[in-house]
């Protein structure tokens, strides 16, 4: 499960925020995280949960999880699909000739501070 590693860095960069900006305390963080970056959202959620309250700063922070889907990019005929219903090949014209345009990004998008 590398969720839990995936919270301790971000748990590390939000106390680096919060210090350099004289807070206390966090009272929430969200995410934005992509469909397809290999992260469950449950699992996080859960290690969330346990590792927050290792950290003063942090103790009840509540996670906030925004999903960005993920979408395609045809070459061939120019065209954007949905990539978990469709996968690598256009379902316009069939090309394999396709790039991934969201949802791989895993971004600390805010934070709400006291």
């Known amino acids: ?15 680096d925020i919060a210090k350099e900006n004289n807070v ?4 929430s963080v969200t995410l934005q995280i992509g469909t397809v970056t290999g992260i ?3 699992y996080l959620e859960d290690c969330w949960n346990w590792a927050v309250s290792k950290h003063e ?8 999880i925004e999903k960005i889907e993920a979408i395609t990019h045809c070459d061939n005929c120019g065209k954007n699909y949905n990539t978990i219903v469709y996968g690598k090949t256009c379902p316009h014209c069939q090309s394999p000739n396709t790039y991934l ?4 990004e895993f971004m600390i998008k805010e934070m709400e501070v006291v």
Do not use: A, R
């Not at 206390?24 to 009272?27: A, E, L, R, S, T």
């Open 1 to 15: 499960m590398h969720e839990l590693g995936v919270v301790f860095h971000v748990i590390d960069q939000i106390e």
């Open 24 to 27: 206390n305390h966090i009272n």
């Open 40 to 42: 469950v959202p449950s």
């Open 57 to 64: 700063v942090t103790t009840n922070c509540k996670l906030i």
């Open 101 to 104: 345009l969201q949802g791989n």
